[in-house]
């Protein structure tokens, strides 16, 4: 298990890199975003 703030960090890294990909990828979840608790 990542630490709290570990997790949480990397959380945020990838969902601003998701929002980024957004546009081109309308469609289905991000290949390395993780499923939200």
Known sequence: M???RLKF???AM???FSKEEG???PNGPH???F???
Request: proline share 17%; no cysteine.
């Open 2 to 4: 990542l630490p709290k």
């Open 9 to 11: 960090r990397l959380q």
């Open 14 to 16: 990838i969902a601003s």
């Open 31 to 33: 290949p390395f975003e």
């Open 23 to 25: 546009t081109s990828r």
């Open 35 to 37: 499923p939200q608790a």
